[in-house]
């Protein structure tokens, strides 16, 4: 589905972000994304969702080099991809239900496909009952729920989560995890970006561990081992 080939991103005065990546992630997995601050984690994602480009290689979705897609594909490419990050960016003026209903507008759904999705969506974060609740009356928790709810307005194909629990207690950071393996269990390609090992080493899924730009290991059921 997604294929970094020789991907590499360097920034001014020679600073090198990424080196000679070569990633493939299929249909239907779960991948952590693990390393150090600096180890390459945002950059990868800045160049999967075309925020940024590559100075050398080639980022493919499907067979489709999304290096080369015009701008007036660009929408459409983005919407297979719901981003969650870790500062959950809800509009404090919009509730719950408004939150997710303004991205499925920006995107140009019909009222009749938000009227049918934005229910269900909130009743798969388990917070129906909160569909009227600005964001200043719910928790950290609850608040990123309803950002990973509006990340799935569109039904991406992909979902990628940078640090979604930095913010978060343990007991909502395991609620948010079990909710993207929920979510991948659905057939959502789900990505997380993270360093914290206690995470990573409690799913028994796909890591791929970044290392000054570098992927130093990618275990199909791995750990975050610092080396």
């Given amino acids: 589905m997604i294929v970094f080939k020789k991907v590499s991103k360097i920034y001014p005065f020679d600073c090198q972000a990424l080196v000679n990546i070569?990633?493939?992630?299929?249909?239907?997995?779960?991948?952590?994304?693990?390393?150090?601050?600096?180890?390459?984690?945002?950059?990868?994602?800045?160049?999967?969702?075309?925020?940024?480009?590559?100075?050398?290689?080639?980022?493919?979705?499907?067979?489709?080099?999304?290096?080369?897609?015009?701008?007036?594909?660009?929408?459409?490419?983005?919407?297979?991809?719901?981003?969650?990050?870790?500062?959950?960016?809800?509009?404090?003026n919009k509730t719950a239900y408004?939150?997710?209903a303004f991205a499925m507008e920006a995107g140009g759904r019909p009222n009749q496909d938000i009227i049918r999705d934005v229910p269900q969506l909130l009743k798969l974060v388990n917070l129906t009952e909160r569909a009227e609740h600005f964001p200043n009356q719910l928790s950290g928790g609850e608040q990123q729920r309803i950002a990973i709810a509006r990340a799935l307005a569109h039904r991406p194909k992909v979902l990628v989560a940078d640090e979604p629990t930095g913010n978060l207690d343990l007991l909502n950071t395991w609620e948010i995890i079990r909710l993207l393996m929920k979510i991948n269990e659905l057939g959502t390609v789900v990505i997380l970006s993270t360093h914290d090992r206690d995470i990573i080493n409690g799913l028994d899924k796909r890591?791929?561990?970044?290392?000054?730009?570098?992927?130093?290991?990618?275990?199909?059921n791995g750990k975050y081992i610092l080396f």
């Fill in 207 to 220: 890591v791929i561990t970044l290392e000054k730009g570098k992927i130093i290991k990618d275990d199909p």
């Fill in 98 to 100: 408004e939150n997710i």
């Fill in 22 to 92: 070569n990633l493939l992630i299929k249909d239907g997995e779960f991948v952590s994304i693990a390393g150090r601050s600096g180890a390459g984690k945002s950059t990868l994602i800045r160049l999967l969702i075309k925020e940024e480009l590559p100075t050398h290689g080639q980022i493919f979705w499907k067979d489709q080099d999304i290096g080369i897609l015009k701008n007036k594909d660009m929408p459409l490419w983005r919407r297979q991809i719901g981003m969650v990050f870790q500062d959950f960016r809800l509009l404090p």
